[in-house]
């Protein structure tokens, strides 16, 4: 069965029976994706690492680089290639710091390219097979196996244990992000705006409906509910605090919150944890997957030496000092499957002091992501919309796009086509944009050679020119 087909159904069952659909999808995530006996073997090793000196992370990244890059050299092209180029070997990189000897890898040398960093002794067919977001760049085809994804699981089981959950692998969760989950054609002021999962103990909230007439509904099902964990997206989570504090609307209190996927700032963290009387933990992990990075019990963010190295580079290259900002460039461990090494990721990171943190781990710290901060939409029929990148996922032959709110209804999307972009794929993306924002806002799509850089070169994806306009101020 198709992917359109399972969606047209779906749009057109009762709740009930979209609730046994989602579910069904949760049991299949659980079991075809992931594989609990690792999840579960690799957080026990991930609670001893943890504990490591600084000098015991360093012989551990050595030892595992070695080993990727055996891997790589032997069975990976672009990098058999790429060794030949530079006639080294896998036992050259003595050292962490030795990885420098590699040069950085663009997104725009692994777009349409893919093949050429897969290992060739995995068939592509079985893999676990995903999608980078597209709007800055066409996306990137991405490919794991269960084990790889049960590992870069079980370091987001260990961030949850970090946040104080009894029970982190399957918590009683409300989710916040950008599924499609009300049907397109609803009435967004009287729809049910949430459905669930009953194998992952989720109940998955819809992100593109959230008005000040909604809250309320949003609030009451969130209080009955009772989640222990909130995760998601922190632009859903601040509308929902600042709405429910104008109306003097009680929120639950569940034991933390994990947002990850767009910038926190320090003032919203304040404002969320407020309103929800619960700590916020901030989670960095790219989709590629690269890296993962997260918030310990003190609200200070660590590198997972483990997970891969993470650099956070200046614009020669350079490692940048403790409090400059810098790209962030990951090389992961856990991916044996489609080798990335040093790969540019495209976010702006700060790289924290050098002093140990009270936790007591000798984890490399992070002062602050930048990432890409884009503006949240208000659209009279859905309300606050925000995390729209979603919306090019699947789609190819796109190098660049950017949206723009002219008005309230009037959405304007710039796009820089690649050879193959037609007429069906921008069906296509207009398709799922009007099922972010309704089907009342004029959507138009204007092609164009390229798109002009704000201030330092910072790409802006989402930009609104009515927030003057929107209720409840972003």
């Not at 000098?55 to 551990?60: E, G, S, T, V």
């Amino acid at each position: 069965m198709t992917f359109k087909l399972k969606e047209k159904i779906y749009n057109k069952s009762q709740i009930w029976l979209q609730n046994i659909i989602v579910s069904t999808q949760g049991l299949l995530f659980r079991y075809r994706r992931g594989n609990d006996r690792i999840i579960r073997s690799q957080l026990e090793f991930l609670l001893k690492s943890e504990r490591w000196t600084s000098a015991q992370f360093r012989q551990y990244q050595g030892q595992q680089l070695r080993r990727l890059l055996r891997l790589a050299f032997g069975q990976v092209p672009y990098y058999r290639e790429l060794q030949k180029k530079l006639g080294c070997q896998p036992e050259d990189f003595k050292e962490p710091e030795d990885i420098k000897r590699l040069p950085i890898l663009e997104k725009s040398q692994v777009r349409g390219n893919e093949k050429y960093f897969l290992n060739v002794i995995f068939n592509p067919k079985k893999s676990t097979k995903g999608y980078t977001s597209g709007t800055t760049g066409s996306p990137i085809e991405l490919h794991e196996t269960q084990e790889s994804f049960s590992k870069t699981w079980g370091f987001v089981v260990r961030l949850r244990k970090w946040a104080g959950l009894s029970d982190p692998m399957y918590p009683r969760r409300a989710q916040f992000t950008g599924r499609n989950i009300v049907p397109l054609g609803q009435n967004p002021k009287t729809a049910v705006y949430w459905r669930r999962n009953i194998p992952g103990n989720t109940l998955l909230f819809s992100t593109t409906h959230i008005l000040p007439e909604t809250v309320p509904h949003y609030a009451q099902a969130l209080r009955e509910f009772g989640p222990e964990l909130i995760d998601g997206y922190p632009s859903s989570l601040l509308i929902i605090a600042r709405i429910s504090r104008r109306l003097r609307i009680d929120l639950p209190k569940p034991k933390c919150i994990i947002v990850t996927a767009e910038t926190l700032l320090p003032e919203h963290r304040r404002e969320i944890e407020e309103a929800f009387h619960c700590r916020v933990h901030n989670q960095y992990a790219a989709s590629e997957p690269s890296c993962f990075w997260g918030d310990c019990e003190y609200g200070v963010m660590h590198e997972s030496p483990e997970y891969g190295i993470s650099e956070i580079v200046d614009s020669r290259g350079n490692p940048a000092m403790e409090g400059e900002a810098g790209e962030v460039l990951t090389t992961p461990f856990t991916n044996h499957m489609m080798v990335l090494v040093r790969y540019r990721v495209g976010d702006i990171a700060v790289k924290g002091p050098s002093a140990l943190c009270q936790c007591g781990r000798f984890m490399p710290r992070v002062e602050r992501v930048e990432g890409r901060k884009d503006d949240i939409l208000f659209v009279p029929e859905r309300g606050y919309v925000g995390r729209l990148d979603p919306v090019f996922k699947g789609l190819h032959s796109i190098i660049e796009a950017q949206i723009i709110q002219e008005d309230l209804n009037n959405i304007r999307i710039l796009l820089v086509p690649d050879s193959g972009y037609n007429q069906d794929l921008e069906a296509h993306l207009l398709e799922n944009l009007h099922a972010k924002l309704g089907k009342s806002v004029s959507i138009t799509v204007e092609t164009v050679t390229r798109i002009a850089r704000g201030p330092r070169g910072k790409f802006n994806s989402v930009i609104s020119k009515v927030k003057h306009l929107y209720p409840d101020r972003m």
